[in-house]
């Protein structure tokens, strides 16, 4: 096996791991630290140059109440859900069905359109903002609008979770689908029936994997939206700026509260990380 | 009534030709056992009459009815896999009415059958399971309950039982035996199992490369074998197989001379020789016996000794591998020189082109 079990490598070697274990794990969060200390700093404390002391006073309240009272937070919050949920769910559900259908029909052409759905994560997605940009404007009525992000978020993660789905999907014993059709389910029974739940665990991982990605893009939240109407938490951010002085305090507290909701998701998917609910279907 | 027919039935994969013509007629109520060599095309020419195959050319007929090309659903079949394909998120009672729940059939009707079906397969207990929590004879009988609740005019096997250990084998084996008598349906079951074929089918079906080699009950087929093919692939150990050449023909008999043997008059029962013929002999291992005086010599090589029996391996005439079915107690060990008898009666005669010319008289 390797990497070697800790427990079975030699007493130095276990000593400096449990010793470089805290430090790494310190290290690691030293920034949220930073981050959640200024956040709680008056403005006082920021331009006396109080950067890593402890706070002189602890303005949690009325730093965090200034973020919805200074910029449109609240609103920023809202869109960032409904384009993440909105974004997310389009995903999964264009990409389960095509990584379906990849994985388990046979059909001319199959092949290729695998390749282009592979081929499409390699494309840079700093060369498709001018385009997108063009497209949402002229062609696509939706630039400025919580859609445009929702659309292109879609369209552009689905490449990825459908060569995971496929892959995933493709594991899954042929003869459970030839059952099912024997027994003359239909195929979209058989697909939400015994495809779906068996693919949970992954349509669970892909969700706090892409909740994550869409509610943290800041790049096409730029491209694609200019009014604070539409505008994301990421973006949204850049209003706590202040007008003269950079409020650090404020920017910090924007940030911890924008980071919760994919936090929150994660906890709240662990449960479905079921492994190994196919055991037992199929002799092993 | 749901006998099955096939019709010059052909399937190639590509350039592939992996059924080449076959004609089958299965009777309603019979226990047909596909057997044949690995990748002879048994499970392709079952799924084909499943319906999870097209049918390249030809035509299937289950109870009279055209399906070559019906979709597998409507065909009144169901399938038992190799591999069980069970729901793994459903536990057993949903694995065996899911079928039924789809097809919206009334909940007290699947309720009746479910619980029909787990009683006959002793699930009873079992219902409310996951298939990961059983045993793999127990995940086996569910798969069997979920096709019978469809009471489907015919059942289909791919290799049910080669995933389970020998004991449970032979348990399921008449249990399924016992299904059969029961339920009184058609079944056809792919096998490698020589003892499955043997004890389970009414019919026995040889195939070979994609082609019938010979259709008949399994005595036919062990007693009168059509083919060289047949009559080696049939039973364990092998039959004999010694090369051998007609040295006379006398009315019926023939006179056949063993390479490295004696003579051998053979009543040749209608089948046809000339003098000079190069032929081989064919004789069942538990038809030969050791004698002190026989049709040739043999050295041992070696004695099996299972108990029951004790099966001796020979090098005759020549070097031709020999194996002789003699008692459990039999005194010959490795290095012995002995004599083999073989009754005319049980002597099989094929021609070059591994022909049945005749077969022996015992049935
Ligand atoms: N989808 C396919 N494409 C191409 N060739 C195939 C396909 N399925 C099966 N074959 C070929 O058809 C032949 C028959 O396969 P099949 O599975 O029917 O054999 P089998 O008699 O069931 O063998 P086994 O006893 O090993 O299960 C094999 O040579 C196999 O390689
Ligand atoms: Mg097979």
Redesign the pocket.
């Known amino acids: 096996m390797f990497p070697t079990a800790i427990e079975k490598t030699s007493k130095l070697t276990q000593t400096t791991y449990k010793a470089a274990l805290p430090i790494a794990v310190l290290l690691w969060l030293l920034p949220l630290f930073a981050v959640a200390l200024t956040s709680v700093r008056s403005i006082e404390d920021l331009n006396r140059g109080n950067f890593w002391g402890w706070p002189t006073s602890l303005n949690f309240v009325q730093n965090y109440t200034e973020v919805f009272t200074r910029s449109p937070m609240a609103l920023f919050m809202l869109n960032s859900v409904i384009i993440t949920l909105f974004a997310v769910a389009g995903t999964l559900i264009l990409s389960c069905m095509a990584g379906y259908a990849l994985a388990k029909y046979h059909f001319r052409g199959n092949l290729v359109l695998f390749s282009i759905f592979i081929a499409g994560n390699f494309v840079p997605f700093q060369i498709l903002m001018i385009p997108v940009r063009t497209i949402m404007i002229d062609w696509i009525p939706l630039y400025d609008t919580v859609w445009a992000l929702v659309l292109f978020h879609t369209a552009f993660q689905t490449g990825f979770c459908t060569l995971f789905m496929r892959n995933f999907i493709k594991q899954m014993p042929d003869a459970l689908i030839e059952a099912a059709r024997i027994e003359g389910i239909t195929e979209l029974k058989i697909f939400w029936h015994v495809v779906l739940p068996l693919v949970r665990p992954a349509l669970a991982a892909l969700a706090v994997l892409e909740f994550t990605f869409i509610w943290n893009d800041y790049f096409w939240s730029l491209v694609l939206v200019q009014s604070d109407e539409a505008r994301p938490v990421t973006a949204g951010l850049q209003a706590l700026k202040g007008q003269w002085l950079a409020s650090w305090q404020l920017i910090s507290a924007g940030s911890l509260i924008a980071a919760i909701p994919p936090v929150l998701i994660f906890f709240l998917m662990q449960r479905h990380f079921i492994a190994g609910l196919t055991l037992g279907a199929t002799k092993e | 009534m749901a006998e099955v027919s096939l019709q010059n039935v052909r399937k190639s994969?590509g350039a592939?030709d992996?059924i080449k013509g076959v004609d089958l007629q299965v009777n309603d109520g019979e226990f047909c056992v596909f057997v044949?060599p690995?990748?002879?095309?048994?499970?392709?020419l079952l799924r084909m009459i499943a319906g999870l195959e097209e049918i390249s050319s030809g035509e299937l007929k289950i109870g009279g009815k055209d399906m070559t090309k019906v979709p597998p659903s409507n065909r009144g079949v169901a399938m038992v896999f190799q591999s069980y394909a069970l729901y793994p998120h459903m536990s057993v009672e949903e694995n065996i009415g899911f079928g039924l729940k789809m097809a919206k059939v009334p909940k007290a009707d699947i309720e009746a059958r479910v619980a029909y079906a787990s009683k006959m397969l002793q699930l009873d207990t079992l219902r409310q399971r996951k298939p990961g929590q059983l045993s793999g004879g127990q995940r086996q009988r569910v798969a069997i309950g979920r096709a019978i609740v469809r009471e489907p005019g015919v059942f289909l096997f791919d290799e049910p039982l080669s995933n389970l250990d020998a004991a449970l084998r032979v348990q399921m084996r008449t249990e399924l035996s016992q299904l059969h008598q029961d339920l009184k349906s058609t079944m056809i079951y792919?096998t490698?199992d020589q003892i499955e074929a043997m004890t389970m089918a009414d019919k026995i079906v040889v195939l070979s490369a994609g082609l019938i080699e010979q259709v008949g009950s399994p005595l036919e087929l062990y007693h009168r074998p059509k083919n060289l093919f047949v009559a080696q692939f049939i039973g364990s150990p092998k039959m004999n197989v010694v090369p051998a050449k007609v040295a006379a023909v006398s009315g019926d008999i023939a006179h056949v001379s063993v390479d490295g043997g004696s003579m051998l008059a053979l009543p040749l029962r209608g089948g046809k020789v000339s003098v000079g013929d190069v032929v081989s002999l064919g004789i069942r291992p538990e038809h030969m016996s050791v004698s002190s005086e026989g049709v040739m010599q043999a050295t041992v090589k070696l004695a099996e000794r299972l108990g029951s029996e004790t099966m001796l391996h020979l090098s005759g005439p020549g070097g031709a591998a020999i194996i002789v079915r003699s008692d459990g107690l039999a005194s010959e060990k490795p290095g012995d020189v002995v004599a083999l008898t073989m009754p005319a009666g049980c002597c099989h005669l094929f021609d070059a082109a591994g022909i049945a010319i005749v077969n022996g008289a015992l049935i």
Do not use: A, L, P
């Not at chain 2, 690995?38 to 499970?43: A, D, N, R, Y």
């Open positions: 994969f592939v992996v044949g690995s990748g002879c095309g048994k499970s392709t792919v490698h």
